[in-house]
């Protein structure tokens, strides 16, 4: 109950005590005074809802005030024009500074109050009312604080679901991995993997740095002198005449910022970039904008891309995903051209010279003389340079094309796993995915091992769990010939290995063995065969026999499960690599150790894992593979590798070499989201170009024809035969 109805109380009980004393009273009119005073202080039903009736108290005092001074006690009205006398004023502060402290604590009491109603004492009769009221509006206020509560609790659990229970998700994981894991066949969104400080942990130590192989040759060979490098920076990157160069330098003096002392600065429109893991050439043409500009993508269209994961998802589960994925703060971005014109042209005369009329020529001029930093072009020319032996040539095409993305590249930007992953539904994306696959070819050919293996981890880092090129098959090598065994251990307790099972590839499982052989940690390399065994025991069987060249015979009347189409490319493409790794005496371990496992399994003792059945709706998958091995398989241009691919697959998919098994729409609504080259191509420029090589062709034909008519003339016996 509030100060208020205090009051009211307490000032309607005194007078009633004071009108039964007066003289000349009787009882009747006792009553009726009482019933008076009763009628004219009803219950205020709003008595106890806060403290604004504290404050309508001191406005109904102030005015009382104004009016005049009364005497609760006697009844006496002094006027306000009363004069005080001068005497008395300092007393009269002093009593209002104490009624002001006294209010203050009745304010106080008022909340004290609130809190505990019950202990409350109702100074008049039939204040049961106001004792029912004030326990309504308790039991009222008590069933809110609970709702509050009950809602604050529900809204606070994503929160702790994203951040709080991270240990626990981790601890179930964990648990989770030691009974089985999970197939990408059921979870094409990637739903079960949630340790995002994995990615981070796992990529972290990438530098920039590192990624220019001139840093490892500078540790190779530590009496390098600087002018030796700025030897080698100074030479061209393909073949160019001089009378090219002397028009290349002629340009260099009209754009500004171009090169620099380091061969790392370049201009980009109104600003200057400084190349991250790039340096420019002297026979590349000076340009004052680079050819793309990285965007990062909005909500809606992480939210569709996450959509054509996930097709058969409801939406709520795959909004629940993005909200994930924004709180753990990844990046995500794509490459756009810079200038949509000049790209349109260049990609309908790139399409018409690759796909529809396929001719080297014209698609070696359009990079030396019209475009020369258009990427798809710069990649598909070094491929024919390759087979025509010219692979000083083909290097320094892909150099070209991975400086154009440096150029595009933000300055904050790092491959760390999580400031930026590309989306590969993107063209110009799957365009950086390439380059940097090429160009990890290009190093190993050179022997800087060092630079290809920091350079896996960066393509593996711009889509960790989809993984679009497969570096879980190829990565080992890489790792393990830079002796990084330390790594490939910190990846075989990682989440990024075991949480599916697609994940623990063949490679991977004898790479952790290998690792583990080399740091002398002999039983955890006993385990890991054990466990590469049970996922892939037909597959370890073939590297018992033609890897570890053990005998085949210790293999009859063996039976294993049928193991998934994958297989068989998994282990040609492990074969091809094998020796360069294993030495005899791990290959001698590793055969024994196959074999005390084979025991083990006719015992009984291991149980091996079946193959999964793979859904057509999940985008991973086709025909039963794993898209990303069949890309890896393509793209590594090893013919005993590409033999083993399915005819169907050649024969039902477009299978173009600038851009492996692109993804593909799921219907309508998806075919705009995957973007092609033909994205990027009008269909009125396709036709007048199509119509300008028809003439082109009709005019050659008729030249040939009247030449022909013409010899036929001159040598009228040309044709007869004696």
């Known amino acids: 109950m509030s100060s208020r109805a205090l009051r009211r109380l307490q000032k309607n009980s005194l007078e009633d005590t004071l009108a039964t004393l007066a003289p000349g009273a009787d009882e009747e009119e006792t009553d009726v005074d009482y019933n008076a005073v009763r009628t004219k202080t009803p219950v205020n039903m709003f008595a106890l809802m806060g403290e604004g009736d504290d404050e309508d108290d001191d406005e109904q005092e102030k005015e009382s005030s104004d009016n005049g001074q009364t005497n609760e006690a006697f009844g006496t009205h002094v006027p306000a024009t009363t004069a005080i006398p001068d005497s008395k004023q300092s007393a009269g502060k002093t009593q209002s500074k104490k009624t002001s402290r006294n209010k203050k604590k009745k304010k106080r009491a008022n909340k004290n109050t609130k809190k505990h109603p019950e202990k409350h004492t109702d100074l008049r009769e039939g204040s049961g009312t106001d004792e029912e009221l004030d326990q309504i509006i308790k039991q009222f206020q008590d069933k809110e604080k609970s709702a509050d509560v009950h809602v604050g609790h529900s809204s606070g659990s994503d929160f702790d679901y994203d951040t709080a229970n991270e240990e626990e998700e981790e601890e179930e994981q964990f648990t989770y991995r030691q009974k089985g894991r999970v197939t990408m066949v059921t979870d094409p969104g990637f739903t079960h993997f949630r340790s995002y400080s994995e990615l981070s942990r796992i990529f972290g130590s990438i530098d920039m740095k590192k990624l220019n192989p001139d840093y490892e040759y500078k540790l190779l060979f530590g009496d390098l002198s600087a002018e030796s490098l700025a030897d080698v920076d100074s030479m061209t990157s393909t ?18 910022n171009w090169g620099g002392k380091d061969h790392k600065t370049v201009p980009n429109g109104s600003t200057v970039r400084r190349l991250a893991f790039t340096k420019i050439r002297n026979d590349w043409i000076p340009t004052a904008r680079g050819e793309f500009t990285i965007c990062q993508l909005s909500q809606e269209e992480v939210r569709e891309w996450n959509a054509w994961q996930r097709p058969q998802d409801w939406m709520d589960e795959i ?65 024919i340079f390759v087979r025509q032996g010219e692979k000083t040539n083909s290097n320094g095409l892909v150099e070209r094309a991975l400086f154009v993305f440096d150029r595009a590249l933000r300055a904050h930007i790092t491959f760390n796993g999580t400031a930026c992953q590309l989306p590969f539904i993107y063209f110009y994306n799957r365009q950086f995915y390439s380059a940097i696959f090429r160009y990890i070819q290009i190093l190993s050919q050179r022997g800087a091992v060092s630079t290809a293996s920091e350079w896996c981890k960066v393509l593996w880092s711009l889509s960790p769990l989809e993984d679009p090129l497969g570096c879980r098959y190829f990565i080992d ?135 999964n059945n ?66 990027f191509i009008s269909e009125n420029d396709l036709n007048m170009t199509r119509l300008e090589m028809m003439q082109d062709e009709n005019l050659i034909n008729q030249i040939t024809q009247m030449s022909l008519e013409q010899f036929l003339q001159e040598n009228p016996n040309a044709g007869i035969d004696e």
């Open 319 to 383: 909004e629940t995903t993005c909200r994930k994925l924004e709180k753990v703060g990844i990046n995500f971005y794509k490459f756009e051209p810079s200038n949509a014109d000049l790209n349109r042209k260049a990609m309908t005369e790139f399409y018409m010279s690759v796909v529809l009329h396929p001719d080297h020529e014209a698609l070696i001029n359009l990079i030396s003389t019209k475009f020369p930093y258009h990427v798809p072009s710069l990649l598909q020319v070094a491929l």
């Open 239 to 256: 073949h160019v005449s001089p009378q090219v160069m002397r028009q290349i330098d002629k340009l260099k003096s009209m754009v500004r």
């Open 614 to 679: 793979v859904k057509s709706e999940n985008p991973f998958f086709l025909g039963g593979y794993m898209v990303n091995l069949l890309r890896f398989a393509v793209l590594s241009q090893e013919s005993p590798l590409m033999a083993c691919i399915p005819e169907e697959i050649w024969s039902e998919r477009e299978v173009y070499e600038f851009d492996v098994l692109p993804p593909e729409p799921h219907g309508r609504e998806t075919e705009e989201l995957i973007e092609s080259a033909k994205s």
């Open 477 to 611: 090598h890489y790792l393990l010939m830079n002796k990084e065994y330390g790594y490939m251990i910190k990846l075989a307790n990682s989440a990024l290995i075991n949480t599916y099972k697609e994940w623990y590839t063949l490679g991977m499982s004898l790479g952790f063995v290998l690792s583990y052989l080399k740091l002398d940690r002999i039983d955890e390399a006993k385990l890991e065969i054990k466990k590469a065994f049970q996922q892939y025991p037909e597959s370890l069987t073939s590297i018992f026999v033609q890897g570890a060249l053990g005998d085949s015979s210790y293999l009859n009347g063996l039976q294993l499960p049928e193991e998934s189409p994958n297989s068989a490319l998994e282990v040609k493409a492990y074969l091809i690599r094998m020796k360069v790794l294993w030495g005899g005496t791990e290959l001698k371990f590793l055969g024994d150790q196959i074999k005390v496992v084979i025991d083990e399994y006719k015992a009984g003792a291991i149980q091996v894992s079946a193959a």
